[in-house]
């Protein structure tokens, strides 16, 4: 009697053992097929996007306006400083020729004074003598590329940029630039570098002082399926 007891306690623990196993391998089939159906499901519905990212500033309208100089000369006086909000006619500076006549440059555009040239200075003409950000318009972004992405980029890509918003890349430079080019215009706020300038159309209005913000941006240069980008190389959309 206690020969058999033992083996019936004994087979009674084989059971429960090989049930337990079971059961852990049913549940463990079951978890390896849940996994390979949501890889399987992200590789055919996934999207992963291929991006530039890129920094530049904000720019209202059509971006900050130079007012040149007429004609070559020195300058004689400035008549405004860096944040007045002036009209189109005011006085800006008093410019002095070479043959000693002096003209008073004046405004285009209303808008706020960004910087202007120092006083004594010599210009040429064409030379800005001061730098007028646009009074409303819309917020744009300008971006600096490299080299080595800028083929990719073309105008209505999707774009976002850090505290501005969405928006979509409106014109891309087709000549790199030199911060020597940008500097009467943006200042020290554009480093270029040999970079491309990408404009960007934002999704809302500029507000006062968004000029020259800086800003990073993330353009979406196209959109890959994980399973073609593995098996075909990529389908892009």
Known sequence: MTATAVETSGGERIEQLVSTVRTKAWLAAVALVVVAGSG????????VRDVVLASGVLVAGGGPAPVAAPVAGSLAEVLVSAGQEVAPGTSLAVLAGADGTRRVVVAASAGRVIRTAVPGAALAAGAPVAVVDPAAGPLKAVLLVGPERVGALTAGQPVTVTGAGPGRVSAVGPYPVSTDQLRPVYGDA????????????????????????????????????????????GSRG
């Open 40 to 47: 399987a499901g992200w590789a055919w519905l996934g999207q």
């Open 190 to 233: 554009l480093t270029a570098d040999g970079r491309y300038l990408v404009t960007v159309d934002l999704d809302r209005p500029a507000w006062p002082g968004a000029t020259l913000t800086p800003v990073a941006g993330e353009i979406t240069v196209a959109t890959v399926r994980p399973v073609d980008a593995l098996f075909h190389g």
